[in-house]
C-alpha cells in the first residue's frame, strides 16, 4: 500500500554545467561536472555560520536550498565518471581517465593509480581499504597502506568486460557482459551464478547485511555472498533501473520516467513513486538520497518513522506499520511497545470485523492487551460480577488518539494527520455483528487465544498462592497485605484472596475458557481444564453446567473445589435417574453405582465418615466393590465395623470375612471375637428351626456352619468361654470340641469327637494338630501325651462318658442359671471368675486326669475296670490299634503298652512294635557308634595334652629373662604357652601381682 515514506526537496538548481556525478560529505554535496571541475555547496544558513565544524562527518545533508561555496577547476581532465567518500579515512575518490584519492576537506591529492588508466567501474572496501576495478579483460586489486600509497596485490583476468562489479567479504562479484560471476580475490577463481538479463546491463548492488541484489533487467535476485540464491524471493520492479541503492527499510531504483521506492520485506510491495524530469543520477548520502536532474539536485529525505507508521495504520497496511516499528531506536523501547500494541490492537479489530478471527486472536496476544478487554467482544461470555469490562469503542478511540500516535509528535504537520476514529455502528449493524462474535468461529478463535495466555497466567497465580501460604506459615501477615485479602474457595484451595490480580485474571481466564469449550460442543476439553488445576468461578460454572446438564463436568467442578458431599449426592441421583425405567432424555451417559465407589476412593484418607455414608447407598448392588473400597482405602476396620453393623448388620460378616482373608493379624481380637459371634448366632437360628421341625443332624453343615468351624479353628482373638456358653448342651458337639480345645480342655475335646460325633478321624486330627503346635513352642513340654490321653478314652468308654456328661451338664445347669441369654451378633463377655471356678473343678477331677504315674504301676487302667451294672460297651481295641499303628513315632511305646489289657494278642502289635523296635534298634546303634567317635575323640585331646605337656626347654648360660632382662642362671623359672618365652619365676610372679592391681583400681576409685 503506498504512502509517503520520503519528502521531495529541490537542494540546487543553478549549476552552470551538466551534473555527471554527485556525492555528499557531510552536510555539503559535491559534484562532478561535465567541464571536469568539482563543485561544493553548503546549506545556505552555513554562509551566515562562518565557524567551521569540528567533525564535518558527523553533518547531514539539510532540507534547505545550498549555495555554491566553491568550485575546483580542472578537477579532472575528463568528466568525472563516479565519485566516492570514504569517510573513515577522509578521502575523496573519483574516477576519470584514472582513480584519483584526495585527502578531505582540502581535497590534497593522495594518490594517483595510473594503472587505473582505462578503467570503467569499481569498488571500494572501505572497511579494509581494498580497492578493486575493472579495465579492459582484466580485475585489478589494490590495497591502501594507511599512508599516501596503494601497494597492487592481485590482477586476473576475466572472460569479457565488466560492466558492474562489488565487494562481497573476501570476494568480488562481477557483473559482465552475459552473466553474473564470483572472482575469488585470493587465487582469481571465477564461479558463475546466473546469465545477466537482455534488456538491460548487469547491475550488482551490495546490501548491508553483506549480501547482493542481482539486477535481471526489471528483477532483483538475492543472493549470499557466495552466489547461492536466497528464499527472500525477487524485487520486480516496473521496469530495469538504472540505479538502486538500499536505505533500510526500503530499496530505490532510478527507473526511466521515475524513482520507485520499494519495501525490503516480502513481497516486496511499492510504497511510494517520486516522479522528476530528466534524472541521470541517484545516490545514497548519510541520511538522504540525492537525485541529479541536468542542473539541478533534489533531496529525498526520509519521512519520521512515527508519521510513518501513523500513515500506515490510518490507511490500513498493519504489516507494515508493525515492519516500521521494529526500526525504532533502542532508546524509545516504552514508545516503540505503545506503538506496537495499539497497532496490534486496530490490526485485530480490522481482521475481526472481517472475519479472520484467529488472526485477530493472533494480534490481540502480540498486544499484550488484557483479556478482560477481548472478552468484552463477546457479550454472552458471563464473567465473574467484580469484573469490570472495557468497552471496546471507548478503548479504540483512546488508543486512535494516543500522543504517542499523533503526526505532531513525530514531527510531522497537521496536514497529514489521520482521520478520526470510526464512528459506532448503527443498530441493525450491531446485532449482525453481535450474531457473529458468538458464532462457532470466533469462540474457537477465543479458545485458541485463551490457551496461549493461561500458561503463565495460571503459573503467576499459583507463584502467588505459594508465597502467601508461605507468608502464612512463618507468620509474616503483614497489615497492608491483611486489609486487602478477601477469603475465597477455589480448586479446593481455602482461603485464596480475590484481592490478588493474577489469581483474579486466571479465574476470569478459566471461566471464560470453560464457557467457550461449552458452547463449542467440546465437552470433553471442558472436562480436561475442570480435571487440571483450575480457577473457574463456583457459581457462574456451576449455573452454566446445570442449566446445559453437563452433569460429568459439574461432578468435576465439585470435585476440583472440594464440595465432594455436593458431588457424591448428584451423582448419587444420576445414579437412580439411570436406574429407573423412564431415563430423562437430558442424561448423555448412564450413570453407574461404581463410578460412586471410584469418585470415594481418593477420599478414604481424608474424609472416612464421608465414604461411610456414601458408601450405604451402593452396598447393596455393589458389595463386593464397596468391601475392596473399605479394605484398600486403609479406613479403621473398628470405625467400618461400627458403622456396618448400624446402617448394614447383612454386610458386616462379608466385610470381616475379606478383612481377616487379606491380613489375618491386621484385624483386632474384638472384630474376630465379633465376626465368629455373628456366625454362631445364624448358626443357633438354623439349629432352633432345624430342632422345631425334628430334622436336626449333627452332621449336617450349612455354608455358616463351615465358616464357623472354620474361623474357629484357624482365628484365636475371639472369647472361647462367652461362646462355650452360648451352645446347647444337645448339639453343636463339633463346635464345642473346638472351644473346649482352645481352652486347654483336651480330654473334653477328644471324648466329644470319640463317644458323641463317633468320628476317630476327627479325634486324630485334633492330636495330630496339639501335637505340632506344642513340639513348635520353644518350651521343652512333651507332646506326647495327647495320643495316650486319646488312648485311655479308647480303653475306657464308659468312665471317660459317664464323667464327661456329668461334668458338661453341671457347666451348663450353672450357665443358665446364671448367665441369660445372648441374642445374636452381640459380643458375650463371661464373668472371669465364675468360670474360672468350673473350669477348676474340671482339670481338679481326678478321674479325668491322664496320671502318668498311675501308668507306670504295671497294671493298666482295663484291669480295674468293673463291669457295668448297664452292661456297657467294651473297649475300643480296634481305634486303640489303628492309633498305635499310624502314630508309633509320636507315642511313648512303654506307656502305651502299660495302659493296653493283657489279652491284646502280640500279633495285633505288630504294626505297632515293628517300626518302634526298628526305630529303636536304629537308635542304639547311631548312639553307639556316637559314644564310640566321642570316645576317640576324648583319647586324640588326651594325646595332644601329654604331646604338649612333653616339651623340652633348654636352659644354658645364655638364657635371658623376658622381663628382667637378666641371665635365668640357676634361678626358677617359668616357660610361657609357646614354648620359647622364659622369664624368672618371681618375675612373672610380680608381673600377675601388678596386673591384678591394675584390674582392680577401677573399682577402689567408685
Known amino acids: 500500500m503506498v504512502h509517503s515514506a520520503y519528502d521531495s526537496f529541490e537542494l540546487l538548481n543553478n549549476c552552470p554545467t551538466r551534473i555527471e556525478t554527485i556525492e555528499s560529505y557531510g552536510a555539503k554535496l559535491f559534484l562532478g561536472c561535465s567541464d571536469g571541475s568539482l563543485r561544493i555547496y553548503g546549506p545556505e544558513s552555513f554562509s551566515f555560520d562562518r565557524s567551521p565544524p569540528s567533525d564535518p562527518n558527523a553533518l547531514e545533508l539539510r532540507k534547505e536550498p545550498y549555495v555554491l561555496e566553491r568550485t575546483v577547476t580542472g578537477f579532472s581532465k575528463k568528466p568525472l565518471v563516479a565519485m566516492e567518500v570514504s569517510g573513515t579515512r577522509d578521502l575523496l575518490l573519483s574516477l576519470s581517465e584514472s582513480i584519483a584519492f584526495h585527502r578531505l576537506p582540502n581535497l590534497e591529492t593522495i594518490a594517483v593509480i595510473t594503472k587505473a588508466k582505462g578503467a570503467n567501474v569499481y569498488s571500494w572496501d572501505d572497511r579494509r581499504g581494498f580497492l578493486s576495478f575493472a579495465r579492459q579483460k582484466r580485475v585489478c586489486i589494490f590495497r591502501h597502506d594507511g599512508g599516501r600509497g596503494f601497494v597492487e596485490v592481485k590482477e586476473f583476468g576475466v572472460p569479457d568486460f565488466v560492466k558492474s562489479m562489488s565487494w562481497c567479504g573476501e570476494n568480488i562479484c562481477l557483473g559482465i557482459r552475459r552473466e553474473y560471476m564470483i572472482l575469488n580475490a585470493t587465487n582469481g577463481a571465477l564461479s558463475e551464478i546466473f546469465p545477466s538479463g537482455r534488456i538491460a546491463p548487469p547491475l550488482v548492488v551490495s546490501l548491508p547485511s553483506g549480501e547482493l541484489l542481482l539486477g535481471k533487467d526489471n528483477i532483483g535476485v538475492f543472493v549470499d555472498q557466495n552466489g547461492k540464491l536466497l528464499q527472500e524471493g525477487r524485487i520486480c520492479w516496473s521496469e530495469a533501473p538504472k540505479v538502486v541503492v538500499i536505505q533500510k527499510p526500503y530499496a530505490i531504483a532510478l527507473l526511466q520516467r521515475h524513482v520507485e521506492i520499494r519495501s525490503l520485506r516480502v513481497p516486496y510491495p511499492l510504497i511510494q513513486t517520486v516522479v522528476l524530469r530528466n534524472m541521470c543520477h541517484l545516490h545514497q548520502s548519510n541520511n538522504a538520497i540525492l537525485v541529479a536532474v541536468d542542473n539541478s539536485v533534489y533531496g529525498l ?471 505340632e503346635s506344642v513340639l513348635h513352642q520353644t518350651s521343652g513340654k512333651t507332646s506326647g501325651n495327647i495320643y495316650l490321653t486319646l488312648l485311655q478314652i479308647y480303653l475306657n468308654p464308659r468312665r471317660t462318658t459317664k464323667n464327661f456328661e456329668k461334668r458338661i451338664t453341671s457347666l451348663v445347669s450353672s450357665q443358665n442359671t446364671s448367665i441369660p441369654k445372648v441374642s445374636s451378633g452381640t459380643s458375650v463377655k463371661a464373668k472371669g471368675g465364675r468360670l474360672g471356678k468350673k473350669i477348676a473343678e474340671i482339670e481338679g477331677a481326678e478321674d479325668m486326669r491322664v496320671s502318668l504315674s498311675s501308668t507306670d504301676s504295671g497294671r493298666s487302667d482295663g484291669d480295674a475296670d468293673e463291669p457295668s451294672e448297664e452292661g456297657g460297651s467294651s473297649i475300643m481295641l480296634d481305634e486303640v490299634l489303628d492309633l498305635l499303628s499310624r502314630r508309633w513315632d509320636r507315642i511313648h511305646g512303654a506307656q502305651a503298652l502299660k495302659l493296653l489289657p493283657r489279652e491284646t494278642k502280640l500279633q495285633n502289635l505288630l504294626p505297632f512294635l515293628g517300626p518302634l523296635l526298628r526305630k529303636s534298634s536304629e537308635a542304639y546303634r547311631n548312639l553307639s557308634v556316637i559314644k564310640s567317635l566321642r570316645q576317640s575323640e576324648n583319647l586324640q585331646v588326651k594325646d595332644e595334652l601329654h604331646n604338649q605337656r612333653k616339651t623340652v626347654v633348654r636352659i644354658s648360660s645364655d638364657s635371658m629373662c623376658s622381663l628382667c632382662n637378666k641371665k635365668i642362671g640357676t634361678s626358677v623359672f617359668a616357660v610361657y604357652p609357646n614354648g620359647k618365652t622364659l622369664v624368672h619365676f618371681v618375675c612373672f610372679r610380680d608381673s600377675q601381682s601388678m596386673k591384678a592391681v591394675v584390674k582392680s583400681s577401677p573399682l577402689r576409685k567408685r
Not at 663 to 679: A, D, K, R, T
Open 301 to 771: 529525505f526520509p519521512v519520521p518513522l512515527g508519521a510513518q507508521i501513523v500513515q500506515l495504520t490510518a490507511s490500513g497496511d498493519f504489516e507494515e506499520a508493525l515492519a516500521l516499528c521494529k526500526m525504532l531506536p533502542p532508546e524509545d523501547a516504552s514508545l516503540r511497545a505503545a506503538k506496537e500494541g495499539s497497532i496490534h490492537i486496530r490490526y485485530a479489530h480490522y481482521l475481526f470485523e472481517n472475519g479472520s478471527y484467529e488472526e485477530a486472536m493472533d494480534q490481540f496476544l502480540a498486544s499484550q492487551v488484557d483479556i478482560t478487554y477481548v472478552l468484552s467482544l463477546y457479550p454472552s461470555i458471563v464473567l465473574p460480577k467484580s469484573v469490570v469490562l472495557p468497552e471496546p469503542e471507548k478503548l479504540m478511540e483512546n488508543v486512535w488518539d494516543a500522543s504517542h500516535l499523533s503526526r505532531g509528535s513525530s514531527g510531522v504537520s497537521d496536514d497529514m494527520e489521520s482521520s478520526p476514529p470510526p464512528q459506532l455502528l448503527e443498530s441493525e449493524e450491531n446485532a449482525v455483528l453481535e450474531s457473529k462474535k458468538m458464532s462457532h468461529n470466533t469462540l474457537m478463535a477465543l479458545i485458541k487465544f485463551l490457551q496461549k495466555k493461561r500458561y503463565n497466567i495460571i503459573e503467576k497465580a499459583t507463584a502467588e498462592r505459594t508465597e502467601e501460604v508461605v507468608l502464612d506459615a512463618v507468620g509474616d501477615n503483614f497489615a497492608s497485605y491483611d486489609s486487602t485479602r478477601s477469603k475465597k474457595s477455589n480448586k479446593g484451595r481455602v482461603n485464596i484472596a480475590i484481592s490478588s490480580g493474577a489469581r483474579e485474571t486466571a479465574a476470569i481466564l478459566d471461566t471464560a475458557l470453560l464457557q467457550a469449550l461449552l458452547l463449542t460442543g467440546q465437552s470433553s476439553a471442558a472436562l480436561e481444564l475442570l480435571k487440571s488445576l483450575n480457577y473457574c468461578d463456583m457459581k457462574i460454572c456451576e449455573e452454566i453446567l446445570q442449566k446445559r446438564n453437563h452433569h460429568t463436568a459439574l461432578l468435576e467442578l465439585y470435585k476440583c473445589n472440594g464440595m465432594h458431599h455436593d458431588a457424591l449426592k448428584l451423582l448419587h441421583q444420576l445414579v437412580e435417574d439411570s436406574k429407573s425405567d423412564q431415563p430423562q432424555a437430558e442424561l448423555s451417559q448412564k450413570f453407574k453405582p461404581e463410578m460412586i465407589i471410584e469418585y470415594l476412593k481418593p477420599l478414604c484418607a481424608t474424609e472416612p465418615m464421608l465414604v461411610l455414608e456414601f458408601s450405604m447407598l451402593v452396598l447393596e448392588s455393589c458389595p463386593s466393590q464397596t468391601i475392596d473400597l473399605f479394605l484398600s482405602g486403609n479406613i479403621p476396620a473398628d470405625l467400618v465395623n461400627s458403622y456396618l453393623k448400624q446402617h448394614a448388620p447383612n454386610m458386616q460378616a462379608m466385610y470381616l470375612e475379606l478383612m481377616l482373608a487379606m491380613n489375618e493379624h491386621g484385624i483386632s481380637g474384638n472384630l474376630q471375637n465379633e465376626m465368629v459371634q455373628i456366625y454362631l448366632s445364624e448358626v443357633l437360628e438354623w439349629h432352633a428351626d432345624l430342632s422345631a421341625q425334628g430334622k436336626w443332624d449333627e452332621k449336617a453343615y450349612s455354608p455358616t456352619r463351615k465358616k464357623l468351624l472354620s474361623a474357629l479353628e484357624s482365628i484365636s482373638g475371639y472369647n472361647p468361654e462367652g461362646l462355650l456358653k452360648r451352645l446347647p448342651p444337645d448339639a453343636l458337639y463339633e463346635e464345642r470340641a473346638i472351644l473346649l480345645g482352645k481352652m486347654n480342655l483336651h480330654e473334653f475335646a477328644l471324648s466329644l469327637y470319640v463317644h458323641k460325633l463317633h468320628v476317630p478321624e476327627l479325634a486324630l486330627s485334633y492330636c495330630d494338630r496339639v501335637y
